[in-house]
Nanobody, 117 residues
Framework: QVQLVESGGGLVQPGGSLRLSCAAPGSIFSRLHMAWYRQAPGKQREWVADITSGGNTNYKDSVKGRFTISRDNAKNTVYLQVNSLKPEDTAVYYC???????????WGQGTQVTVSS
């Protein structure tokens, strides 16, 4: 079992920033492919960004240049720095993990990001 714990969400004004964190078990963290997804009310869950165990990153087009995914293997944590937030970014953000080459996904409980004036 891989248990993920997210934190860092909150209420911010448009243009604001947050740093989301996701902690994973230390014994296996370096082997995990990590990703962030989000789900807005009435919408399907969508992929936002991911980072491989080797450090390669990918982003959803609408967040490129604003969001940054990173990992700190020493802290067994993956981050999503979200800058220049827009109301359209409002959603529950979920941490996702899987072992490389595995189809089984582990999910965190989610952290709410609300962008509103």
């Amino acid at each position: 079992q891989v248990q993920l714990v997210e934190s860092g969400g909150g209420l911010v004004q448009p243009g604001g920033s947050l740093r989301l964190s996701c902690a994973a078990p230390g014994s296996i963290f370096s082997r995990l492919h990590m990703a962030w997804y989000r789900q807005a009310p009435g919408k399907q869950r969508e992929w936002v960004a991911d980072i491989t165990s080797g450090g390669n990153t990918n982003y959803k087009d609408s967040v490129k240049g604003r969001f940054t995914i990173s990992r700190d293997n020493a802290k067994n944590t993956v981050y999503l720095q979200v800058n220049s937030l827009k109301p359209e970014d409002t959603a529950v953000y979920y941490c996702n993990a899987r072992f490389s080459y595995s189809d089984y996904n582990y999910w965190g409980q989610g952290t709410q990001v609300t962008v509103s004036s």
